[in-house]
């Protein structure tokens, strides 16, 4: 998914790496890059071994795959979120206990996880293509105004 980097591009360059300022629908292809990388390397355990900053429950990931109409992702990830229950601030040891009961259901979710890596690829291209040609089609207009409105604002004509 590594050719879709304009999205973190413009991510990095306009909102200084926080994601909480990047509008939809590029915050929700940062996430379902970003996720997406976690679970296809190490599964659901890796991706709920530890907590995500600012506390944000895992579960609440599967919003990003809905908003770039990624259901069936975003329905797996909400049945192996619910499978281990709510972790954040779970010390590892007290997580493991979960996992271990929950191993073959995880297990499944993964491979079936897995089995839509073609679909979230293509979303997530798609989403990207859009939200870059959009972002850049807009940028130069806001950045104007910007402009104007911190001329005026400083006495600058």
Do not use: Q, W
Request: with cysteine.
């Amino acid at each position: 998914m590594f050719e879709y980097l304009g999205v973190f591009e413009i991510f990095e360059k306009y909102y200084n790496d926080d994601l909480s300022e990047i509008p939809e629908p590029g915050r929700a292809i940062v996430v379902v890059i970003s996720a997406d990388g976690v679970i296809g390397n190490g599964g659901f355990e890796y991706f709920m071994e530890s907590d995500f900053p600012n506390g944000v429950p895992h579960i609440n990931l599967a919003d990003s795959y809905d908003i770039i109409n990624l259901k069936p992702a975003a329905g797996i990830i909400r049945e192996a979120c619910g499978l281990i229950g709510h972790v954040v601030g779970l010390p590892y040891e007290h997580r493991k206990i979960r996992f271990d009961k929950n191993k073959e259901k995880l297990t499944e979710l993964f491979r079936m996880y897995l089995d839509l890596n073609k679909d979230i690829t293509c979303s997530v291209k798609e989403n990207s293509e859009k939200f870059c040609r959009d972002f850049n089609a807009h940028v130069p207009r806001k950045m104007f105004l910007l402009m104007k409105y911190y001329s005026r604002k400083l006495g600058i004509h």
